[in-house]
């Protein structure tokens, strides 16, 4: 077992979040009520932040407008592994501010006329 998987199964037990199953493509799934992860095997840096994104959305439970929830969930999956003494790789901080700019875009397609919070505007530039 590697030092990712190590840290992913004592934060998982620490919370009290169980593993439903394991992906073989680098994305996540959070069930909240249930308090299960689907998440690919944490066996590296990205891995690890997948599943410190997912293990957040369990901890904050269902956030509205979603991506209010997605931008909480990477970034506390970033200030968690940072805390952890590691480097979030720029792959991964490109991916996330994708991410959100992406729910943030389907939100204003979809009739968002306020943003409210202007820390998650800055966070996709």
Known sequence: MNKYTEIAEKLLKENNIKIRAYRSNM????????????????????SLLICLHEIAHI?????????????????????????????????????????????????????LKKLGNQSIYNFTK
């Open 59 to 111: 901890l904050n439970g269902y956030i509205k407008p979603i991506f209010k929830g997605e931008y909480l969930a990477e970034k506390w999956a970033m200030d968690t592994f940072r805390k952890l003494g590691f480097k979030v790789p720029q792959s991964y901080t490109r991916r996330a501010k994708r991410y959100v700019s992406y729910k943030l875009h389907q939100a204003k397609v979809r009739g």
């Open 27 to 46: 994305s996540g799934r959070a069930f909240i009520k249930e308090r299960e992860i689907v998440i690919p095997h944490p066996n590296g840096k990205i």
